[in-house]
């Protein structure tokens, strides 16, 4: 039904010259806005639903075509000699397996990234390797890297 504008009511058709005034209201949604919308929520939910899906963490050790990395490491070297004297290399500082945990745990507060990368010499068996393994998670350490040798290709 068209509205008539009450303020021009009085008025007629003399020196305004107009006189009354109609309009029109618009009673239908515009659709066309809100199908964009929808449109990109679309697309952001298809983009973003990949990324929620979490499945096994399992951190693989790799040989072959391992990249150098970069940044401040934590390195733990296990030394063949590790079965006589329980020394160990914090870098290339040597530190006594008894003081390991403490000093890792020093080094763990200043670090951005809480993970130790540990290499052994080849003849070191695992239950040595373990042991020290569980020396660094008994200190905070929530990744240990095991370090290889990069392999031939």
Request: aromatic share 4%; no cysteine; glycine share 10%.
């Amino acid at each position: 039904m068209p509205k008539v504008n009450a303020a021009n009511e009085g008025a007629g058709p003399g020196r305004h010259g107009r006189g009354r005034r109609v309009t029109t209201s618009l009673s239908e949604i515009n659709v066309v806005p809100m199908v964009d919308v929808m449109l990109v929520l679309l697309i952001i939910f298809m983009v973003a639903a990949p990324m929620i899906q979490r499945g096994l963490d399992v951190n693989l050790p790799t040989a072959r075509g391992a990249q150098q990395m970069t940044g401040d490491r934590i390195e733990i070297t296990v030394p063949l000699t590790y079965r006589q004297d329980r020394v160990v290399y914090l870098g290339r500082e040597q530190v006594r397996a008894a003081v390991l945990q403490e000093r890792i745990r020093q080094k763990m507060e200043t670090a951005a990234k809480k993970e130790v990368f540990l290499g052994g010499d080849r003849g070191v068996n695992l239950g040595e390797l373990m042991e020290v393994f569980s020396m660094l998670k008994a200190a905070g350490v929530e990744k240990v890297g095991i370090e290889t040798k990069p392999g031939e290709r």
